[in-house]
């Protein structure tokens, strides 16, 4: 069935807002020198945006290391995500958390994680939630073709198969973790060929075509939604840049392989698509692309114009309700 031209405006918009935000935000990150890593998604733009585009606020998604896309197709605001990449107060996470730990439940925004595999849990956990209060709510777990052998996802498979919970396994499969092609630690061809031992159905799609990801999408997000157990949807993409921004010059892959890869850019494919069948002009295209760029001038404005968090909230936020005057004098916190 064809889209309608709001679902087409808002899956470009999202596209060319991600791409941006990971092409103008991160190198202004490097340049502040602010500790930590940062893992650029451009290029994988079609995943979140085609799998996010059928959730609502009260959805919940896990995300991974790699995680500014599946924030900003979650509807998490880029202004405030610069500022956490910034460390400043104004943050999405007070400026504490960094691009690791973006988190905002107003949005089912269950976290970016630096630990592999580790929001798998979290997103399985939150599906058992809905099902359990009966919220009708659909928890998506992206994860990586390399946090696809982590233990964890496997026990979190086969509970959520045995508990029909409403959740959606997404694995980004973009051919490496970190510099190990995926080939090398994968006992099968494909991460979806191992559904049918959870006793789920697996789907693999084109994850550079935001079309392909939109149709599977919308077909596992509905099933969950129905109650009917999780799914595994395998979406093959690509990392235009390094594992980090610290990850140059990329040895492990050709120039071949990259340029391969480049030409299928989900953004290109979709105006080569879309402006020939009539559906959006390349001029509303165009104008969709500036203003993302205005718009990461102004995070970027915003972010630098907001103060680092003060030494004092350091204490705030925390789990443990210890009296701060203790914790500040160093008292033996033995609980
Ligand atoms: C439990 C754990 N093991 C190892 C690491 C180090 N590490 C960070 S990212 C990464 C590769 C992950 O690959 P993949 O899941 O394919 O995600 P991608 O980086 O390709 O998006 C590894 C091994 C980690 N952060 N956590
Ligand atoms: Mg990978």
């Given at each position: 069935?064809?889209?309608?031209?709001e679902?087409?405006?808002w899956?470009?918009?999202?596209?060319?807002?991600?791409?941006?935000?990971e092409?103008?935000?991160?190198?202004?990150?490097?340049?502040?020198?602010?500790?930590?890593?940062?893992?650029?998604?451009?290029g994988?733009e079609?995943?979140?945006t085609?799998?996010?585009?059928?959730?609502?606020?009260?959805?919940?998604?896990?995300?991974t290391?790699?995680?500014?896309?599946?924030?900003?197709a979650?509807?998490?605001d880029?202004?405030?995500?610069?500022?956490?990449?910034?460390?400043?107060?104004?943050?999405?996470n007070?400026?504490?958390?960094?691009?690791?730990?973006?988190?905002?439940?107003?949005?089912?925004m269950?976290?970016?994680?630096?630990?592999v595999?580790?929001?798998?849990?979290?997103?399985v956990?939150a599906a058992?939630?809905?099902?359990?209060?009966?919220?009708?709510?659909v928890a998506?777990?992206?994860?990586?073709?390399?946090?696809?052998n982590?233990?964890?996802?496997h026990?979190?498979?086969?509970?959520?198969?045995?508990?029909?919970?409403?959740?959606?396994?997404?694995?980004?499969?973009?051919?490496y973790?970190?510099s190990?092609?995926?080939?090398?630690?994968?006992?099968?061809a494909?991460?979806s060929?191992?559904?049918?031992?959870?006793?789920?159905?697996g789907?693999?799609?084109d994850?550079?075509?935001?079309?392909?990801?939109?149709?599977?999408?919308g077909?596992v997000?509905?099933?969950?939604?129905?109650?009917?157990?999780?799914?595994?949807?395998?979406?093959?993409?690509?990392?235009f840049?390094?594992h980090?921004?610290?990850d140059?010059p990329?040895?492990?892959?050709t120039k071949?392989?990259?340029?391969?890869?480049?030409a299928?850019?989900?953004?290109?494919?979709?105006?080569?698509?879309?402006?020939p069948e009539?559906?959006?002009?390349?001029?509303?295209?165009?104008?969709?692309?500036?203003?993302a760029?205005?718009?990461?001038?102004?995070?970027?404005?915003?972010?630098?114009?907001?103060?680092?968090?003060?030494?004092?909230?350091?204490?705030e936020?925390?789990?443990?309700?210890y009296?701060?005057?203790?914790?500040?004098?160093?008292?033996?916190m033995?609980?």
């Open positions: 069935m064809p889209l309608e031209r679902t087409l405006i899956l470009y918009r999202t596209m060319t807002t991600i791409r941006h935000f092409e103008r935000g991160i190198p202004e990150v490097g340049q502040r020198a602010l500790s930590g890593s940062v893992h650029s998604s451009a994988q079609a995943v979140p085609g799998v996010c585009a059928h959730l609502s606020d009260d959805d919940y998604i896990g995300s290391h790699r995680g500014h896309g599946h924030c900003i979650k509807g998490v880029p202004k405030l995500m610069m500022a956490e990449l910034f460390g400043r107060s104004t943050g999405s007070k400026g504490k958390g960094g691009s690791m730990h973006i988190a905002d439940m107003s949005k089912g269950l976290g970016t994680n630096g630990v595999a580790a929001s798998v849990p979290l997103a956990g058992l939630t809905s099902k359990l209060k009966k919220l009708g709510r998506v777990a992206f994860f990586g073709d390399g946090a696809a982590q233990g964890v996802l026990e979190c498979m086969n509970l959520a198969s045995v508990w029909k919970l409403p959740v959606v396994f997404c694995c980004e499969n973009n051919g973790a970190e190990t092609p995926v080939e090398y630690g994968l006992s099968v494909n991460v060929d191992r559904a049918p031992a959870y006793n789920m159905p789907f693999l799609v994850g550079m075509d935001v079309f392909a990801v939109y149709e599977a999408a077909e997000v509905a099933r969950a939604r129905a109650g009917d157990g999780p799914s595994l949807l395998e979406c093959r993409t690509y990392r840049y390094g980090t921004v610290f140059n990329l040895t492990y892959r071949e392989e990259e340029e391969h890869w480049r299928l850019d989900p953004l290109k494919q979709f105006r080569e698509r879309v402006v009539g559906l959006l002009t390349a001029e509303e295209l165009d104008q969709m692309d500036q203003a760029e205005q718009m990461m001038e102004e995070a970027i404005k915003f972010a630098d114009e907001s103060p680092m968090p003060e030494p004092a909230e350091i204490y936020d925390v789990y443990v309700n009296p701060i005057d203790q914790m500040k004098r160093g008292t033996n033995a609980v």
